[in-house]
């Protein structure tokens, strides 16, 4: 619906309900997301082995992600303390598979090694 003006009022970029899409980018936009999403993505993960896997990402900023994820609705936390994608999870980490083919082809190719 658009205003007298023409412009589409605006759609309350907090509210997930009005704004699915910016709810969506505030979401995998926060740093480490996309990285704790990508690590999940083949199978569970136990907290040690994610944090291991995550290189400089400290584990109180490790624990504040997945409870963003898990809050979402997109990870959930099981009774023998690993963390899994939920379907929504894995709906997510499909959508994301041309976003990370296009890396691939985007990033620089290393120089042919010389003898």
Request: proline content about 8%; glycine content about 6%; aromatic content about 6%.
């Amino acid at each position: 619906m658009r205003s007298a003006s023409g412009a589409k009022p605006s759609r309350g970029r907090t509210d997930p309900a009005h704004a699915p899409m910016l709810a969506a980018m505030d979401l995998i936009g926060q740093r480490w997301i996309l990285r704790v999403l990508w690590e999940l993505e083949p199978g569970r993960l136990g907290f040690l082995e994610l944090r291991r896997r995550m290189g400089n990402c400290s584990s109180s900023m490790l624990s504040t992600r997945l409870q963003h994820l898990q809050s979402a609705g997109v990870i959930v936390k099981n009774s023998d303390k690993t963390y899994e994608l939920t379907t929504a999870g894995h709906e997510l980490t499909t959508a994301l598979q041309p976003i990370w083919a296009w890396s691939e082809r985007w990033a620089p190719t290393p120089p042919p090694a010389t003898d």
